[in-house]
């Protein structure tokens, strides 16, 4: 089953992401965390970055925002936010863009919220560090932005503190927030995961909605291939510090081209109730000092060749996604 054409396909990318490199300087040497990780977001795009714990995916979302956890430090490769690179700019100039330019939501609501403050004062002041208002239009527009996020009766609940909110509420002020200063990208790191089911399905179809409204694009970092699947355009699938695979969402769930993600999908229940028993990955992820030569996903592979063993691939056209496997080598 192939997927419609990707309507950003043909856009100038919002976020281009090139080669990046992250490590960490330890006493025994220096780990690699991230290793050449590439991908691009074109404008109102949705991408879903995927994979078990320890892939990477929320320390390319820290890189791009400039938030990485010191002695973490880019040491190669290139962020670029319409055109403009990022991944080198002063802290200060840093600031202006995270906020400005690109919003941030992160799993737990709390870290984003301070407790000492309404939420009101929160949002205006975001808004007014950006933005061009006088305290009464920031208020109106922080009064707009929880209405939208679906806070019921906005005018009172934007005096009320964090803790008088839920969990769900306070996500969706966290949303309100990231939104604030009309940012081009969201980077939204497991924004549902502490929340229940019922209210994460909300949580996620307000966010395709608002992104939408707002022509914002977003990098959706989870673990959950439900939650990329009903909300994103594209895929990229990250396993031990890499992008393995990467294409439209439905292509990626449908027609799995590295084993890695065909284990993934095998690991998701059938609705429809066919599946006899769901399929595990034998093994775990590779610890940072223990990373095998050649493709890092060799040992848990049942295809893995000598190739597979020796040399790494890079992503390489596997029908309609790109997959690092040797597999497609000679397709």
């Known amino acids: 089953m192939s997927s419609p054409a990707n309507p950003?396909?043909?856009?100038?990318?919002?976020?281009?992401?090139?080669?990046?490199?992250v490590e960490f300087p330890t006493r025994r040497g220096v780990l690699r965390a991230l290793d050449g990780v590439s991908f691009s977001i074109a404008p109102g795009e949705i991408l879903g970055v995927v994979g078990e714990s320890g892939a990477g995916k929320s320390l390319t979302g820290a890189s791009i925002i400039g938030l990485l956890e010191p002695p973490g430090r880019v040491a190669?490769?290139?962020?670029?936010?319409?055109?403009?690179?990022?991944?080198?700019?002063?802290?200060?100039?840093?600031?202006?863009?995270?906020?400005?330019?690109?919003?941030?939501?992160?799993?737990?609501?709390?870290?984003?919220?301070?407790?000492?403050?309404?939420?009101?004062?929160?949002?205006?002041?975001?808004?007014?560090?950006?933005?061009?208002?006088?305290?009464?239009?920031?208020?109106?527009?922080?009064?707009?932005?929880?209405?939208?996020?679906g806070i019921p009766a906005p005018e009172a609940r934007i005096d009320h503190y964090p803790h008088q909110f839920s969990g769900g509420m306070r996500q969706r002020v966290v949303i309100a927030l990231a939104l604030a200063a009309e940012p081009r990208?969201?980077?939204?790191?497991?924004?549902?995961?502490?929340?229940?089911?019922?209210?994460?399905?909300?949580?996620?179809?307000?966010?395709?909605?608002?992104?939408k409204v707002h022509g914002a694009s977003v990098m959706l970092v989870t673990h959950d291939m439900g939650v990329i699947a009903e909300t994103c355009d594209r895929v990229a699938v990250m396993y031990a510090g890499r992008v393995v695979e990467i294409g439209p969402v439905q292509d990626v769930i449908h027609c799995p081209a590295h084993p890695y993600t065909l284990g993934l999908m095998g690991s998701i229940p059938s609705m429809d109730g066919q599946a006899e028993r769901l399929t595990q990955i034998d093994g775990s992820m590779p610890r940072l000092n223990a990373i095998p030569p050649g493709c890092a996903f060799n040992p848990r592979c049942t295809r893995a060749t000598e190739r597979c063993r020796q040399e790494r691939p890079e992503l390489m056209p596997a029908g309609p996604t790109r997959a690092a496997c040797w597999v497609h080598a000679n397709a």
């Open 185 to 211: 990208l969201i980077v939204a790191d497991e924004p549902t995961t502490a929340l229940d089911v019922s209210i994460q399905a909300q949580i996620i179809s307000l966010l395709r909605k608002l992104c």
């Open 76 to 149: 190669g490769g290139q962020i670029r936010l319409e055109g403009r690179r990022i991944d080198d700019l002063p802290d200060e100039e840093m600031r202006k863009v995270r906020g400005r330019s690109i919003g941030a939501i992160f799993q737990d609501p709390l870290t984003s919220l301070n407790p000492l403050y309404t939420v009101g004062q929160q949002i205006i002041e975001t808004i007014r560090a950006h933005l061009p208002m006088g305290e009464l239009q920031a208020r109106e527009k922080a009064i707009r932005l929880l209405a939208e996020t």
């Open 8 to 21: 950003h396909a043909d856009q100038t990318p919002l976020l281009e992401v090139q080669d990046l490199v």
